[in-house]
């Protein structure tokens, strides 16, 4: 982590993944006279030490993530599932049920609805999912990471029930993982399932600090899987899924192992570009 005191210095803390403490050192201003040189110190100490070192780590979120979130473009969705609905805590049933497929022949897109899909509709959506952008995160529990990437089935401890269900995730007695305002699932080219469900209203101040997120909307937490499908491969590839497999498996392990570690959070305008209702397509 890196943080910041006017006048003080940026305090670089370096961690290793237990947590214990690698290197921890405040980084001063440039040494005049002296270029590419910078003063530094440890923390709790007086004496400072001029060091020859270009670095100046930030501490704005949005300098550190990823920013190809699902590592897709717009033009390789072949289908999209809009599952629309809402859980009824209370009552433990879905609410307000709406299911949309839209898919993807060539140029040309179709509707479950029976009636052709508005491009700009389309374009919004595929569009949202390709510069797909976060604005804060959230770690999950070590036991359900553990679980997710090594894709043998679901042990949930209560921790990790207890864990998803703050964030607006439901597992029912089935087994199935539902979601507090729907989800959506896309399809590529490569073979690519997605799965993107959209939990509670995410509480805080926009992980950005840059001041273009519109801080009145209400972000939303995001569970994300995906996984690789021979038979979807072979659906989009003209029968022949070795066209895609080697590509589509591995990024699927690569997606699979990122996506386990976090609840993602998105902002409210994403939120409603990828919950589009059927009567706005």
Not at 73 to 79: G, Y
Not at 177 to 199: C, P, Q, W
């Amino acid at each position: 982590k890196a943080t910041s005191l006017a006048g003080r210095g940026k305090r670089v803390t370096l961690r290793d993944e237990k947590g214990g403490v690698l290197a921890d050192f405040v980084l001063g201003k440039a040494v005049d006279g002296k270029t590419g040189y910078r003063y530094i110190r440890v923390p709790g100490q007086k004496r400072t030490y001029a060091v020859k070192t270009e670095a100046d780590p930030s501490a704005n979120f949005e300098d550190w993530i990823e920013t190809d979130l699902l590592k897709l473009s717009a033009e390789e969705i072949r289908k999209i599932a809009i599952n629309n609905y809402s859980i009824n805590e209370q009552l433990g049933q879905l609410e307000n049920v709406e299911r949309t497929v839209l898919t993807r022949q060539k140029d040309r897109w179709t509707a479950s609805t029976g009636r052709a899909p508005q491009k700009p509709a389309i374009d919004a959506l595929t569009g949202a999912l390709d510069t797909l952008r976060i604005v804060n995160v959230q770690p999950k529990p070590p036991a359900l990471t553990k679980d997710l990437r090594a894709q043998e089935g679901l042990m949930l401890s209560m921790e990790s029930l207890m864990s998803l269900r703050q964030k607006g995730f439901f597992v029912t007695q089935t087994g199935q993982l539902l979601s507090n305002e729907g989800e959506l699932i896309v399809e590529t080219d490569k073979g690519l399932v997605y799965t993107l469900r959209f939990g509670e209203v995410a509480p805080g101040a926009p992980g950005s600090t840059t001041g273009t997120e519109d801080k009145t909307t209400e972000r939303r937490y995001l569970f994300i899987t995906v996984s690789y499908h021979d038979d979807r491969a072979a659906a989009y590839n003209d029968g022949d899924p070795s066209k895609v497999r080697v590509t589509g498996n591995r990024l699927a392990r690569e997606l699979t192992h990122r996506f386990a570690d976090w609840y993602y959070v998105i902002s409210g305008a994403d939120f409603t570009k990828l919950r589009p209702r059927a009567k706005d397509l």
